[in-house]
T-cell receptor, first 113, second 113 residues
Framework: GESVGLHLPTLSVQEGDNSIINCAYSNSASDYFIWYKQESGKGPQFIID?????DKRQGQRVTVLLNKTVKHLSLQIAATQPGDSAVYFCAENSGGSNYKLTFGKGTLLTVNP | NAGVTQTPKFQVLKTGQSMTLQCAQDMNHNSMYWYRQDPGMGLRLIYY???????DKGEVPNGYNVSRLNKREFSLRLESAAPSQTSVYFCASTRLYSNQPQHFGDGTRLSIL
């Protein structure tokens, strides 16, 4: 079946560096993608989203890039801070008339001071 | 705004017991969802309610029932709990029956002995 996956399960960076978290998706019909951040003991928190008619979208310190040719999604975090340490999930609209998300398993980002 | 509120936060049950997990949102969202999160499995959809008065099965509905009590509240019931239902349960909601981010509660941590 269709699934969303991640290239790296863990990522460790130094404070102040930029972080890049990657995600591969396999459903070519997906037209909407979301990145979530999940801190320990908390629910997933919405970070940024992008629709398939866009290649790039920027927020505060975060940028999402979408490459539909290779079905790849990435989240870039600028000047990573210790508070960015969390698990990051990508999710895609699995298509059809019902709005349902398919989630990746997550990447654990650790920021070292 | 509280967003999505889930109760209880923690619960321990014995095999065969029943319980209902409560979820309420104050964002005037139309659609609501129940997920379970297990290590290494990502978030899996149990049931969802696209709008008040409707409910549909998700990926893993067996052993669960739901009730969309009104626009604000969506409950998940375990009629006869089994150890395989030990998990963290998340409720989510979204504004429209279309491409909008889902907003999550902080989860109910359920252990079945």
């Amino acid at each position: 079946g269709e699934s969303v996956g991640l290239h790296l399960p863990t990522l460790s960076v130094q404070e102040g560096d930029n972080s890049i978290i990657n995600c591969a998706y396999s459903n070519s019909a997906s037209d909407y993608f979301i990145w979530y951040k999940q801190e320990s003991g908390k629910g997933p928190q919405f970070i940024i989203d992008i629709r398939s008619n866009m290649d790039k979208r920027q927020g505060q310190r975060v940028t999402v890039l979408l490459n539909k040719t290779v079905k790849h999604l990435s989240l870039q975090i600028a000047a990573t801070q210790p508070g960015d340490s969390a698990v990051y999930f990508c999710a895609e609209n699995s298509g059809g008339s019902n709005y349902k998300l398919t989630f990746g398993k997550g990447t654990l980002l650790t920021v070292n001071p | 705004n509280a967003g999505v509120t889930q109760t209880p936060k923690f619960q321990v049950l014995k095999t065969g017991q029943s319980m209902t997990l409560q979820c309420a949102q104050d964002m005037n969202h139309n659609s609501m969802y129940w997920y379970r999160q297990d290590p290494g499995m990502g978030l899996r959809l149990i049931y969802y309610s696209a709008s008040e008065g409707t409910t549909d099965k998700g990926e893993v509905p067996n052993g669960y029932n739901v009730s969309r009590l009104n626009k604000r509240e969506f409950s998940l019931r375990l009629e006869s709990a089994a150890p395989s239902q030990t998990s963290v349960y998340f409720c989510a909601s979204t504004r429209l029956y279309s491409n909008q981010p889902q907003h999550f509660g902080d989860g109910t941590r359920l252990s079945i002995l």
